[in-house]
């Protein structure tokens, strides 16, 4: 199997920027997968027991032109390869490969672009040749290499696994509500983390999120009402805007208007720093049969509004509770 790749300026910028900082706060590895189209950084897809293993899973994946200018990725399996990476070391080598590239070139010509390829390589000491993923750049005063240790690449049968569970994990929930106000989202999630480990979400076909965390002593909640709906949509009762928010919620369940799961606090405050790759809407929801807490992070055409569909990233919560539908 080989790749090799150079990338755009635009593309190794979100990487650095955006997508490897957040990743790196949700789990310290994760599988890079490359297809003839697309490329992906996957974390927790192949848990021991899928969506409903330990801690979320996150994919982020790119169209192949939006990271790379030149791409070629081959293999006997469709041209498919995957490996994992430790995230940390990925990202200090992209960051050490700016740096090299940042430098003016001498004679005032573009610098050449960085290039990364899938190498085998024996190191002083080994005894056999260990996979790596090699950087490649030039700078004005120096050039340098740089070898980031990867897993052996996964099998055909692996990758087949990994493909699975990337379908499994694009099916999307019937109802998504977006938050406006993430900051509020974050200041909120800060109190409610001091009281429990456990949290119920509920989400509505009227546009409602609830948040509530109970114990034996307290039970303490907060709503963002009238959100922006994607997907299937009712219209609320008169006579539920006069009982609690709690009352409602079950209201609303009982009806099948609304799914209500419970996840753990730990896994949301992860998920939670997906932010920093500065999304420009984001979208909660509950899959069918409350199988997962789903959060979708959508992207724009700079200066527009419309949808950069090369981009696609989403987070999803394993439910700790059955849930309720």
């Known amino acids: 199997m080989k790749f090799k790749a150079s990338f755009t300026d635009d593309g190794i910028s979100l990487l650095d920027k955006r997508f490897l900082p957040a990743i790196d706060k949700v789990g310290r590895v994760c599988h890079v997968y490359l297809t003839p189209t697309h490329a992906m950084l996957l974390h927790n897809l192949?848990?021991?027991?899928?969506?409903?293993?330990d801690g979320p899973q996150c994919v982020a994946q790119f169209a192949k032109d939006l990271l790379f200018r030149e791409y070629n990725v081959s293999s006997r399996d469709g041209n498919r390869v995957a490996f994992s990476?430790?995230?940390a070391l990925l990202h200090r080598a992209i960051r050490s490969a700016l740096a090299?590239?940042?430098?003016?070139?001498?004679?005032?010509?573009?610098?050449?672009?960085?290039?990364v390829k899938l190498v085998n390589k024996q190191t002083p000491g080994s005894r056999s040749a260990a996979p790596f993923l090699t950087f490649e750049t030039k700078g004005a005063r120096s050039a340098v290499v740089?070898?980031?240790?990867?897993?052996?690449?996964?099998?055909?049968?692996?990758?087949?696994?990994?493909?699975?569970?990337?379908?499994a994990a694009q099916e999307l929930p019937e109802t998504l509500v977006q938050v406006p106000d993430l900051q509020q989202l974050q200041n909120l999630v800060d109190r409610l983390k001091n009281i429990g480990d456990l949290l119920s979400v509920t989400v509505t076909q009227?546009?409602?999120?609830?948040?509530?965390?109970?114990?034996?002593?307290v039970t303490v909640g907060s709503e963002f009402k009238r959100?922006?709906?994607?997907?299937?949509?009712?219209?609320?009762?008169?006579?539920?805007?006069?009982?609690?928010?709690?009352?409602?919620?079950?209201?609303?369940?009982?009806?099948?208007e609304a799914l209500s799961v419970q996840v753990s606090m730990k896994h949301l405050v992860k998920s939670l720093q997906c932010h920093l790759a500065k999304p420009d809407c984001t979208f909660y929801g509950i899959a069918p049969n409350g199988a997962c807490l789903t959060v979708i992070f959508q992207y724009f055409i700079?200066?527009?509004?419309?949808?950069?569909?090369?981009?696609s990233f989403y987070c999803r919560l394993p439910v700790l509770d059955p849930g309720t539908s």
């Open 206 to 217: 009227y546009g409602d999120l609830h948040l509530q965390v109970s114990t034996s002593l």
């Open 146 to 167: 740089q070898d980031v240790p990867i897993s052996k690449p996964l099998s055909r049968s692996d990758v087949a696994r990994l493909q699975d569970a990337l379908d």
């Open 100 to 115: 090299v590239h940042a430098q003016s070139p001498a004679d005032g010509d573009a610098p050449a672009a960085i290039q």
């Open 227 to 256: 959100l922006r709906i994607l997907g299937a949509r009712a219209n609320a009762p008169v006579v539920d805007q006069n009982v609690s928010a709690t009352i409602r919620m079950e209201m609303a369940v009982e009806r099948g």
């Open 85 to 87: 990476v430790d995230v």
């Open 46 to 53: 192949l848990g021991s027991a899928g969506p409903e293993g």
């Open 302 to 311: 700079p200066g527009t509004r419309l949808t950069d569909k090369s981009i």
